[in-house]
């Protein structure tokens, strides 16, 4: 099962850190994969869930362990033809990445082969999953 750390939080979250490069790379070190949320601006990439705080580029965002959840429709656009992990959604149930994983929303599970999000939220199964991205993913190592 993949590991997905939910914005760089290994053991719980720590707002004032998720998605700075540094906590990311800390996750990543850790062996983790790391959903991160990146917005493009006036032809530059961010890093930050509700606006762009940290300035980043696609050197960075193309580390194969990166799960990027563009945050604006200019970031969709920007990683469109590149070999990067990456995905949009709003409100949708589930959603394709450009991996072809199914990334479902949180409390939307059980769906065989995806990866649940935040599961530890809504008690959600994640027998069967291909992947679990969450704020607490050291519970999940085995």
């Known amino acids: 099962m993949i590991l997905i750390s939910h914005r760089g939080n290994i053991n719980g979250r720590i707002p004032e850190r998720e998605n700075h ?23 530059e990439f961010y890093l930050g869930h ?3 705080q940290y300035k980043t580029n696609k050197v960075f965002l193309s580390h194969n362990c990166l799960w990027i959840h563009c945050k ?3 970031a969709l656009d920007k990683f469109k ?8 959604h709003e409100n949708d149930t589930v959603v394709l990445t450009s991996k072809r994983n199914i990334w479902a929303a949180p409390g939307k ?13 809504y ?5 069967g999953c291909y992947g679990v991205c969450s704020d ?3 519970n999940y190592k085995q």
């Open 109 to 121: 599970q059980p769906i065989k082969n995806s990866i649940a999000v935040l599961p530890e939220m």
């Open 136 to 138: 607490y993913i050291q």
């Open 72 to 74: 604006n429709v200019e």
């Open 123 to 127: 008690n959600d199964n994640v027998e």
């Open 21 to 43: 490069p540094d906590y990311i790379t800390e996750a990543l070190n850790q062996g983790y994969d790391v959903e991160v949320d990146v917005w493009f601006i006036n032809g």
């Open 50 to 52: 509700d606006e762009p």
């Open 81 to 88: 033809f590149d070999n990067i992990n990456y995905f949009w």
